[in-house]
């Protein structure tokens, strides 16, 4: 299975692992955006450390950000916060946020840990919404 959800109280954890495409990333966020427990969680986190290799384009990137805005405006306080070291993953992390209208919505980082403190940070300070997308 290459992503695996676990719906938490304030949120869900996808853990992706293997070979990831596009249609892995889609079918995740279809899942969240089609699950009556999302209408109340604050936060995704998107594991990508257990993936082997990815195959995932550009223009892919693009229609995932397009998709990610549509879910922004059906939960506006949802907050994405993606976890990879991998530099081809980081790279289309890159090319998400430069074409995403919303980028503050989302984090990137190297660590499980890293990645809750920022999205626990927000749930003590609604709305601050600190940026990380700059690694």
């Known amino acids: 299975m290459p992503c695996r959800l676990d719906w938490e109280q304030n949120g869900v954890y996808a853990k992706f692992s293997g070979v990831c495409t596009v249609v892995d990333v889609l079918h ?76 503050e919505r989302h984090g990137v980082f190297p660590s499980v840990a890293e990645a809750r403190a920022w999205l626990a940070d927000d749930e003590t300070n609604p709305g601050s919404y600190p940026t990380r997308h700059r690694r």
């Open 28 to 103: 995740a966020f279809e899942q969240i955006g089609g699950d009556v427990r999302a209408d109340d969680i604050l936060f995704a986190i998107f594991d990508f450390l257990d993936v082997e290799s990815q195959n995932v384009t550009e223009s892919e990137t693009e229609e995932i950000a397009a998709i990610d805005n549509a879910l922004a405006l059906s939960f506006p306080r949802l907050r994405f916060a993606s976890i990879t070291t991998d530099p081809r993953i980081l790279e289309l992390w890159r090319h998400f946020i430069s074409v995403h209208p919303m980028p």
